[in-house]
């Protein structure tokens, strides 16, 4: 691979879709480190859906250069949203997902709890009629400035 990629075909974007619970995990290793900030987080109660819009950071291509890619995390059929430790006012607050987790309510409906980094509790509990997730890369994955750590 050259110096900038040259050479190398451009990643394609993620187009993928979670309709029942053993299709969260895929996705939410997706997202995990997807840098957002609270501005980037939208309800809309008359559409029933919930949408993030983050820079995801591409764990699936692996150890060479960090990737980031424009991406949207959409959740539909939502009956109810619940912030903790999250003020979507404060519209430039840094934000880090950290995972998806999802908790069974009345079948079909679930709760999918989106849980983020920071000091305090930091999460955001969606209810929904039943597992309808969308997750879509909006361009290629970009080179990333840096490299999520975990301690």
């Known amino acids: 691979m050259g110096l900038f990629g040259l050479g190398k075909a451009p990643a394609k974007p993620l187009r993928l879709m979670a309709q029942d619970a053993d299709d969260l995990p ?55 949203v619940k912030m903790r430790g999250l003020d979507i006012k404060q519209a430039n607050l840094p934000l880090s997902l950290l995972d998806i987790a999802v908790e069974p309510l009345e079948a079909p409906a679930v709760a999918l709890i989106l849980r983020f980094a920071g000091a305090s509790h930091r999460d955001i509990r969606i209810e929904a009629e039943c597992i309808d997730v969308l997750l879509l890369d909006l361009a290629a994955p970009r080179r990333a400035r840096s490299t999520p750590e975990h301690f």
């Open 26 to 80: 895929a996705i939410s290793a997706l997202v995990q480190d997807a840098a957002l900030r609270a501005g980037d987080l939208s309800y809309d109660p008359a559409g029933r859906h919930f949408t993030l819009r983050m820079n995801r950071f591409c764990h699936e291509a692996g150890k060479g250069i960090p990737l980031r890619a424009p991406s949207v995390l959409r959740v539909s059929g939502v009956t109810a």
